[in-house]
């Protein structure tokens, strides 16, 4: 397996536009996380799904933010209108059941201008 | 609340120890991990340890557990200028009939050389 891949891996986007991070986890995972890394907070969990369906959003910063799962294959995190502090680097990561790790994908690193 | 909490920055001198500390929320967690993330990556699971130890030592890592204050500790012996990297500790919690994985902020350890 290619392991968890995100796209595209830097996006650099003006501010008030909607910006789309994509996210394929391993096949055959149940559950999808999406974290946000900046130097000062560390790694926040956004949001995760467990068989496609979203279990916790409580990390979603504001109502600006919104994350899809259609398919066990694909996940989409979207910002909009996107602002500059929400530049950082957005990751992906997978796992297979309890107990398990995480595999994390490259991340997308954003930067709203 | 759900944080998992560790130093910021910690410097070494190549062939030195290092000592990552962490504390952790959730008493019921039962696996506990260590990442590691290079410049420009993603996270790599180093080790983990479930919460009926007290101790795991695989190759030059060393981890201890201490249950009953909630803190966690890597020890890499013999630090190398590789070794160079953000550390971070995680908790898997249980949550809603599911799981998911809470970081902390990474600690960034520097070998001199």
């Known amino acids: 397996d290619a392991g968890v891949i995100q796209s595209p891996r830097h996006e650099v986007t003006e501010m008030g536009q909607e910006v789309t991070l994509r996210c394929k986890p391993i096949?055959?995972?149940?559950?999808l996380f999406w974290y946000r890394q900046t130097m000062m907070r560390g790694l926040e969990l956004l949001i995760y799904?467990?068989?496609?369906?979203?279990?916790?959003d409580s990390g979603m910063p504001e109502d600006r933010f919104s994350a899809k799962m259609p398919n066990a294959s694909f996940s989409t995190l979207k910002i909009q209108p996107s602002e500059p502090r929400d530049s950082a680097v957005y990751f992906c990561?997978?796992?297979?059941?309890?107990?398990?790790?995480?595999?994390f994908g490259q991340g997308t690193r954003l930067t709203v201008v | 609340g759900e944080d998992v909490e560790q130093s910021l920055f910690l410097s070494v001198r190549e062939g030195d120890s290092s000592v990552i500390n962490c504390t952790y929320t959730?008493?019921?967690?039962?696996?506990l991990y260590w990442y590691k993330q290079e410049p420009g990556a993603g996270l790599q699971l180093l080790t983990y340890?479930?919460?009926?130890?007290d101790m795991k030592q695989d190759q030059r890592l060393t981890v201890l557990l201490n249950k009953k204050d909630k803190h966690l500790s890597l020890r890499i012996a013999d630090t190398q200028t590789g070794d160079s990297a953000i550390y971070f500790c995680?908790?898997?919690?249980?949550?809603?009939?599911?799981?998911?994985?809470?970081f902390g902020t990474g600690t960034r350890l520097k070998v001199l050389a």
């Open positions: 990561a997978s796992s297979s059941g309890w107990g398990s790790e995480a595999f």
């Open positions: 096949s055959g995972h149940n559950s």
């Open positions: 799904f467990n068989n496609n369906v979203p279990i916790d």
């Open positions: 959730d008493s019921s967690s039962t696996y």
């Open positions: 340890i479930f919460s009926n130890m």
């Open positions: 995680a908790e898997s919690m249980r949550f809603s009939g599911t799981y998911k994985y809470i």
